[in-house]
Nanobody
Framework: VHLVESGGGLVQSGGSLRLSCAASGFTFSSVGITWVVSWYRQAPGKGRELVAS????????NYADSVKGRFTISRDNAKNTVFLQMNSLKPEDTAVYTC??????????WGQGTQVTVSS
């Protein structure tokens, strides 16, 4: 079972990045089990922050106040992948972004994280 993030990198302030979280070994849209997928981030010297989450169907999304209107979380169940589109990036968005999948059965999986660096 793996969650693999990709899409991080270095971008200038005001730029955009699209992160991907691909699952292997399990399926986000499995019948009988509900997966909520979230993106977290952790900046140097700070605690982990929930950035965005999305329900199984994609019909319910939640965002941290700091990213509302700039970030969009989406999922493609056919590709077993969740995306985080990040626009209007700011230096304070610099962090390691990590994908999490949590099920209603108590399963909890984490990716290895991807670095996002926004230069001013």
């Amino acid at each position: 079972v793996h969650l693999v993030e990709s899409g991080g990198g270095l971008v200038q302030s005001g730029g955009s990045l699209r992160l991907s979280c691909a699952a292997s070994g399990f399926t986000f849209s499995s019948v009988g089990i509900t997966w909520v997928v979230s993106w977290y981030r952790q900046a140097p010297g700070k605690g982990r922050e929930l950035v965005a989450s999305i329900s199984r169907s994609g019909g319910t999304t939640n965002y941290a106040d700091s990213v509302k209107g700039r970030f969009t979380i989406s999922r493609d169940n056919a590709k077993n992948t969740v995306f985080l589109q990040m626009n209007s990036l700011k230096p304070e968005d610099t962090a390691v972004y990590t994908c999490n999948a949590r099920s209603n059965w108590g399963l909890d999986y984490w990716g290895q994280g991807t670095q996002v660096t926004v230069s001013s």
